[in-house]
């Protein structure tokens, strides 16, 4: 089982220290960032330095942002970029990797985001995942395309518990047919219960949206749809997979074989 990585702990075998693979998630998930900007309807991406900024116009704060690549924020870049973004939509946040600065909670407030929150950034060697072996769950989960983008967008509302329309047009498109992105649904008696979404970007499997409708949870489909997105990773030569965790999802990853290697930090309106 995986445990929380200490100073100077490694989180991969054959990783020769925790930064290592801190950096390494972190450039497959703003790859997977910019790719998902750029395949979405009214997407929109900018770069700045070191900092990143792009929108999907989704009323999740987290889905439009500014977002620092480095460990050292580049200010003028965040601040250049914070201006851009929060004249496009009201729903936008800053993400931070690690710890942020005194100065750069300063900035945020300056463009009113004053909420502040840890977002945990997990991950795991392919080799080391631990997959359960033949589940009945498994049978609930297949891919979706494009053909079905409103009902995967149904049923991403329903499991997040989400205001209709929260996600606007984030899956619409041709997204669930690109070919580095992979949509998941998980269905009881033809009706969609939970999604999963999977990322392949930079040599690394990056998983999202995976949520489960109230009535279903507990019955091992938050797992079963995580698992179809990794192994599909596998399958397309990912050698780790990566993750962000919300608190309900943490101990199921960790039971997966997933470790934290690095926790940033979210600004957004309070």
Request: with cysteine; hydrophobic share 45%; charged share 20%.
């Amino acid at each position: 089982m995986a445990k929380l990585l200490g100073e100077g702990e490694q989180a991969f075998r054959g990783e020769p220290d925790m930064s290592t693979t801190a950096d390494q998630m972190a450039t497959a998930y703003f790859d997977a960032i910019q790719l998902l900007c750029r395949v979405t309807p009214k997407g929109w991406y900018a770069e700045r330095g070191t900092a990143r900024a792009g929108l999907t116009h989704a009323s999740v704060p987290t889905l439009n942002g500014v977002l620092e690549t480095a460990t050292e924020p580049d200010l003028v870049a965040i601040d250049e970029l914070a201006t851009e973004v929060s004249r496009q939509t009201p729903h936008w946040s800053i993400i931070i990797r690690g710890a942020a600065s005194d100065e750069v909670a300063e900035l945020a407030a300056r463009h009113g985001l004053r909420g502040r929150s840890d977002l945990p950034l997990m991950a795991c060697a392919t080799d080391d995942i631990v997959f359960r072996a033949g589940s009945a769950q498994q049978a609930l989960v297949r891919r979706v395309g494009a053909a079905e983008s409103d009902r995967y967008t149904d049923a991403l509302t329903r499991s997040f518990e989400a205001p209709d329309g929260a996600f606007g047009p984030l899956m619409g498109g041709a997204v669930l047919d690109s070919d580095a992105i992979t949509g998941y649904l998980a269905e009881e008696s033809g009706s969609p219960v939970g999604t999963g979404l999977g990322m392949h970007t930079s040599g690394v499997i990056g998983v999202f949206n995976i949520a489960v409708v109230p009535s279903a949870r507990g019955r091992g489909l938050g797992r079963a749809l995580t698992e179809a997105a990794l192994r599909d990773g596998v399958t397309a030569g990912a050698d780790a997979a990566y993750l962000h965790a919300s608190p309900m999802g943490r101990p199921l990853y960790e039971a997966m074989g997933f470790a934290l290697v690095e926790t940033w930090t979210v600004f957004q309106a309070a």
